[in-house]
């Protein structure tokens, strides 16, 4: 984690994109897929910096072609999506070993981060005010731990959660961040009722601490592709966050995690 010097520079910068991220989020529909497809080309850019430095500009054409077409897929239906998911990363693999560069590499930065966008947009599912709801509980447990991760981290310090892959991160920031994303996911559930579906606010308790941990897995995980590909950032869009991909690496996990506990509700409503 950054020390307390970058606080400054990152609350300035949260400032600036986070309205923006909100908006796009409330209003939906294309508002929402237009913020998507802007990210995934971001997106795609930097991964294309980290895994294949020599000759980035075709690996992130490649990896950016294929997301656009999944996440354009996933605004029409879920399974298509999928599958287009699938049949993507092939091709950006295909493609990245017949210019001489790691085929897996490409394939991986198409399902690293397009299972993710497609999670995203099928909660948002649209105007529906469901979808809303649980758009919201993945962005305020994803933004609530990693802040409170960072700040309790960077004032109580201690014991290194993994040095190997990632130096600044301690325990005390992970359990600080736990506690903050499961506090933030009973708050939704108490200021939406009956937003998320879900019968009692405990639950949103429940839902924030497995947003939070997937937060916090996010984070490590992106440490050690990092540590891999020898970069200490996957880039210098966000001035005191590195890249956008630093910035949203424990989002996308918690999208994936509490995408999957929604559709498990469904599921359990749908057997009822």
Same mark, same amino acid.
């Given at each position: ?23 796009? /989020? ?8 237009? @913020? ?22 075709? /690996? ?38 017949? @210019? ?35 758009? @919201? ?54 200021? @939406? ?80």
């Amino acid at each position: 984690m950054p020390s307390l010097r970058n606080l400054g520079l990152r609350a300035v910068s949260a400032l600036v994109l986070a309205p923006l991220a909100v908006l796009a /989020i409330w209003a939906g529909d294309l508002w929402f897929l237009a @913020i998507m497809l802007a990210a995934c080309a971001v997106l795609a850019r930097e991964w294309a910096q980290m895994c294949a430095p020599a000759r980035p500009i075709p /690996i992130a054409c490649a990896v950016g072609a294929a997301l656009l077409a999944v996440t354009a897929t996933a605004n029409v239906a879920l399974s298509p999506a999928l599958v287009t998911l699938v049949f993507a990363a092939a091709l950006a693999g295909v493609f990245a070993r017949r @210019i001489g560069q790691e085929g897996l590499d490409a394939a991986y930065g198409v399902l690293y981060l397009g299972w993710p966008a497609i999670l995203l947009i099928w909660l948002r599912d649209g105007n529906s005010g469901m979808g809303l709801s649980w758009t @919201i509980l993945v962005f305020v447990v994803a933004w609530s731990a990693d802040v409170m991760a960072f700040l309790v981290g960077s004032l109580l310090k201690g014991p290194k959660l993994w040095p190997r892959y990632s130096p600044n991160k301690t325990w005390s920031g992970f359990v600080g961040g736990l506690v903050a994303g499961a506090v933030a996911g009973w708050l939704v559930a108490m200021l @939406i009722p009956g937003g998320l579906g879900v019968p009692h606010p405990v639950w949103g308790l429940l839902l924030g601490l497995a947003g939070a941990l997937a937060t916090m897995a996010g984070d490590l995980w992106e440490s050690a592709l990092k540590r891999r590909y020898g970069v200490k950032d996957a880039g210098g869009l966000i001035p005191g966050h590195g890249g956008l991909l630093d910035r949203v690496d424990g989002l996308m996990f918690a999208a994936v995690v509490l995408a999957a506990a929604r559709l498990g509700l469904i599921m359990m409503d749908g057997a009822a």
